[in-house]
């Protein structure tokens, strides 16, 4: 028998969690045809175009990336390759209530820009142009009819959804309430979407993230206008069709929290929950004692109320950049939402200038070091990188202030005008910044590996290779003696857990799977993960984000039975003219190994 690709020779990990064993993989139309113990008759290579030594390398189910923000960029670049390089061969779209289904392309990208920090123009463009569907299976059919590289799933955005049934400019007015028709029409839409294959819905309930556009510039998004009733008439759709809802609670409010875990119980929803999969799960520096009840609270509240819901959470430091004060934290305070609403260099230094608006920043920045929040607001921990004084490089605002003799927000603002706000580039991790914590989330079982965002905030962060960061501190853990989470526990909660939770066709590496595969090099699972890197991005207008570059880790990836990267290039026509991935809907169900083997 001819073979597609053969992997021969590595430690192969299935993704159920079971322990690894030495393996060589015959991969015959787009599945595993064939596993083969040491010992047995080699798989004849005859024929095979693609044959992997992976000797001494690890064979893992491709990774999957359940929350990223790829929804204008997949329009763009089918490959998402930042990804795919990494060894993601599944992505989920339509997170935090954004999506692109419903909403008209101006509306989607005032949505979406602002939020996610990708620049508009390109956003509106890629959907001007593609943006052909007006229904929810036709926009399904238009993804899956793109050369995907990787495979895709996604959601349907609650903002998406109200905005097309209120118009955008009364889904984000508080005195608009729906009435029982629009409600009527939001359930419908829904039940479209789910029947087009959609595993669920996205919400949002925190007020931190504001629109772009002209129109109605630094209103918050639609879904934070919603009332619980209108969240328990979507919520119950979800119920009935057993899928999935993602969502993030008020930071500010407790209630918020508990109102998830109460509408997913069984107990108070006639014995039928729906999955929940929240944001955020973190070590925050600005709430330090979080950490030690969150994996605790979660279950208990859990186990007493009948619930399912699960955290969402970043397995490794995590680092924001920012150009001058475009970051998202910002938003947090009526002063910093004030400067972001303006879209000039120019305009800003005006107001970073002005004494009264400096009054009023330090009066919100003063005092909500007394409440929950996102962000530390620790100048002192918030370091220069990139200025033209450099003299300034390599020093904290903070340590800027004290020679100064100034606030630290004074002279985080002093900087700003005098070099030019966006010419300041600074970074500080916010959070996962201890390691024994750090491990504690990893191992907690109400969390989800995942929230790395990719494809937004392009100047602020880039996480595309999470899932070999958590490897290689597993990896680097057991070398110390020090082990906190098994190897294959870890490629199980970056592949199979992950594909039950969400409903994913994908996640395992059994006879009969689709052959969605990684080969890893562990003894690259070096310092070269964690490292810095930008990259020019020719569809975003030549735009340099940050990106993640590390190939000598994965020896290959493959989407479909397909090696589509290997040794640090991607295969001819990759994402443009072949295509690899495919869209996965919802109710497709894992396959079970059904396919005999040889030696297996």
């Not at 943006?131 to 349907?156: C, F, K, M, R």
Request: negative net charge; glycine residues 8%.
């Amino acid at each position: 028998m001819t073979y597609d690709v053969i992997i021969r020779d590595g430690l192969w990990f299935d993704g159920t969690g079971g322990a690894p064993q030495l393996r060589t993989l015959g991969i015959r139309d787009g599945v595993v045809a064939t596993v083969v113990s040491p010992g047995a008759e080699p798989l004849d290579e005859t024929g095979c175009p693609d044959v992997i030594d992976a000797a001494g390398k690890w064979i893992v189910p491709g990774f999957i990336d359940a929350h990223t923000h790829y929804d204008a960029e997949v329009l763009l670049e089918p490959g998402l390759r930042e990804s795919v390089r990494h060894g993601v061969t599944t992505v989920l779209l339509g997170n935090c209530s954004l999506s692109t289904v419903f909403a008209n392309s101006e509306d989607a990208a005032d949505l979406f820009s602002r939020v996610e920090a990708v620049p508009r123009e390109y956003v509106l463009g890629a959907l001007q142009a593609n943006q052909t569907w007006s229904t929810a299976a036709e926009y399904v059919e238009t993804i899956d009819a793109l050369p995907l590289g990787p495979n895709v799933a996604s959601l349907l955005g609650h903002s998406d959804l109200r905005t097309a049934v209120l118009g955008l400019e009364r889904a984000t007015d508080d005195t608009v309430r729906p009435s029982e028709a629009d409600l009527a029409k939001m359930a419908e839409l829904l039940q479209e979407a789910l029947d087009a294959g959609m595993l669920g819905m996205s919400g949002m309930d925190a007020a931190i993230d504001k629109l772009d556009g002209d129109r109605f510039r630094s209103r918050a998004l639609p879904s934070t206008f919603a009332t619980w009733r209108e969240r328990r008439r979507l919520i119950n759709v979800l119920r009935t069709r057993g899928r999935i809802l993602q969502s993030a609670p008020n930071v500010e409010s407790a209630v918020s929290a508990l109102m998830f875990f109460l509408t997913s119980s069984r107990i108070f929803n006639r014995r039928k929950g729906v999955r929940m999969s929240m944001l955020v799960s973190a070590d925050a520096k600005s709430m330090p004692l979080a950490v030690h009840v969150f994996g605790v609270a979660t279950r208990v509240l859990n186990a007493l109320l009948r619930s399912s819901v699960r955290f969402q959470h970043l397995p490794v430091p995590f680092e924001l950049y920012s150009d001058g004060i475009d970051l998202p934290v910002f938003e947090e305070f009526g002063a910093g939402t004030a400067a972001l609403h303006l879209r000039e260099q120019l305009e800003r230094n005006k107001l970073f200038a002005d004494k009264d608006y400096r009054r009023w920043f330090r009066r919100e920045f003063d005092r909500r070091k007394l409440g929950p929040s996102l962000w530390h607001r620790d100048f002192h921990d918030a370091v220069i990188v990139e200025c033209p004084d450099q003299s300034l490089i390599g020093k904290s605002f903070g340590a800027i202030a004290d020679e100064r003799g100034t606030h630290p927000l004074d002279a985080f603002l002093d900087v700003l005008v005098e070099n030019g706000e966006r010419n300041v580039r600074w970074t500080t991790t916010v959070a996962n910044h201890r390691p024994k914590q750090l491990n504690k989330l990893a191992a907690e079982p109400s969390v989800h590996m995942g929230f790395s965002d990719a494809g937004a905030h392009l100047r602020n962060m880039a996480f595309y290779n999470f899932p070999l960061r958590l490897l290689k501190r597993v990896r680097d853990a057991q070398l110390a003696g020090a082990p906190f989470l098994s190897t294959e526990r870890a490629v199980h909660r970056l592949t199979g857990e992950l594909a039950d939770w969400f409903g994913i066709d994908g996640g395992t590496l059994r006879l009969g799977d689709r052959a969605d595969f990684v080969v890893i090099d562990p003894s690259h699972l070096d310092a070269s993960v964690d490292s810095y890197h930008e990259e020019a991005v020719p569809f975003f207008g030549g735009l340099r984000r940050m990106v993640n570059r590390n190939d000598a880790t994965v020896v290959a990836t493959g989407v479909g039975g397909e090696v589509v990267f290997r040794g640090g290039q991607f295969r001819e026509g990759y994402g443009r003219t072949v295509k690899s991935g495919r869209y996965l809907r919802a109710g497709a169900g894992q396959r079970q190994s059904t396919t005999s083997g040889v030696g297996a």
